[in-house]
């Protein structure tokens, strides 16, 4: 099993969750983060720590968020390993409350 970041990431992108992550299967894109699921051992150390509620199971995906687990394995294969903390983005706080962000997803 693994865990799934879904669309409330997108443009809040804060990274709390990759420091407690002990095999560094986070991925960091432009404006979103991605969990490797090759790599993610299932730990739930990562979930708790989203100020947004953007990380899942596989299994308690929200409806309408499944896409995110392919979404998810595409872009970590592209995307660098993050493994330290770093600032939000300045905006992060305006975005963390909307929906419908897919279309604003920068590969």
Partial sequence: MTFVVVESCIKCKYTDCVEV?????FHEGPNFL???PEECIDCT???PECPVDAIYSED???D???HFLELNAE???QWPVITEAKP???DADE???????LALLER
């Fill in 95 to 101: 975005w963390k409350d909307r929906k419908d962000k």
């Fill in 88 to 90: 939000a983005p300045e």
């Fill in 64 to 66: 309408g968020q499944e």
């Fill in 45 to 47: 150390l990562c979930e």
């Fill in 34 to 36: 991605v969990i490797d």
């Fill in 75 to 77: 872009l970590a294969s």
């Fill in 60 to 62: 308690e995906i929200p």
């Fill in 21 to 25: 992550c002990p095999v560094d299967c």
